[in-house]
């Protein structure tokens, strides 16, 4: 895989990398980006080795939304355009909140439209303490996609969701921090020593009872309360068979760390 592909995958252990490569462009997303993010996150969430899945931006900042150079190319048929690019990356969004394995965004620079949609996307998300934050749509005149209206109500709550998405004003990662938006922000110095050492604490623990937490999450948001007692005794039981749980009960016998394989 060459330096000037749109994604970047690499492996280290576990841990897979997932990097948005158009840096001269703040990673805004075209065709081909969208094309390949949704190629490697499916290859991701296939992988069984792949127990942890990271995403990052190339370059001075993460993620900047679409690329509205191009959506200005396109004149009179932008409103076309932007409705197959829509179609060729809503998936992406799907693909890794389906995914039953952690996903952990590493934010810096601009996170902006679809980049803040992906980054609250992922199950957790790390800020730089210089990441600067937008929804940015209306200050196009154009409404959120990439899930962003699914999310944002989700996390901050209405009201606050609608300040974001009706201003598009900046904020900061403390902001962020302040609003849920991130799990922790991060100085410049520790970034990537956090980020990584998140990744590999996620990489090494119980890789299928993260896909049950993840999935018990979301159900909670619309089932009641007889339902979700429900699906808590049909996942305990799921995971109650695996290799995972007899290590993580005799490990916790034996007053030891246990050693998960996510099997």
């Known amino acids: 895989m060459g330096d000037r592909d749109p994604v970047l995958v690499s492996d280290k ?35 069984e080795a792949v127990r942890c899945v990271v995403l990052r931006g190339a370059g001075k900042g993460f993620f900047a939304g679409g690329d509205v150079a191009e959506f200005v190319e396109h004149g009179d048929d932008v409103g076309t355009f932007a409705g197959d690019l ?88 403390a902001r962020a921090l302040e609003l849920g938006l991130v799990n922790r922000v991060v100085p410049g110095d520790a970034f990537e020593a956090e980020l990584d050492a998140l990744a590999v604490r996620l990489a090494s623990g119980p890789t299928r009872a993260y896909g049950r937490v993840k999935r018990l999450i979301e159900q909670s948001v619309t089932n009641d309360l007889t339902a979700q007692l429900a699906a808590e005794r049909a996942a305990f039981m799921e995971g109650a068979e695996t290799r995972d749980f007899r290590e993580g009960i005799g490990a916790f016998t034996a007053k030891r760390k246990p050693d998960f394989s996510g099997e």
């Open 86 to 173: 829509i179609d060729r990356y809503h998936p992406t969004i799907e693909c890794l909140r389906a995914m039953e394995k952690p996903v952990v965004a590493g934010l810096h620079g601009p996170v902006a439209g679809a980049g803040l949609s992906l980054a609250m996307a992922a199950d957790l998300a790390i800020a730089h303490e210089g990441t600067v934050f937008s929804l940015a749509y209306t200050a196009i005149g154009a409404s959120p996609d990439g899930g962003s209206t699914y999310f944002l109500p989700r996390i901050v709550g209405q009201r606050r969701a609608l300040e974001i998405a009706l201003l598009s004003d900046r904020f900061d990662a």
């Open 13 to 47: 252990g576990a841990v897979r990398t997932l990097t948005l490569n158009r840096p001269e462009r703040m990673n805004a997303l075209d065709g081909a980006m969208a094309d390949a993010f949704l190629a490697a996150a499916q290859a991701a969430s296939a992988d």
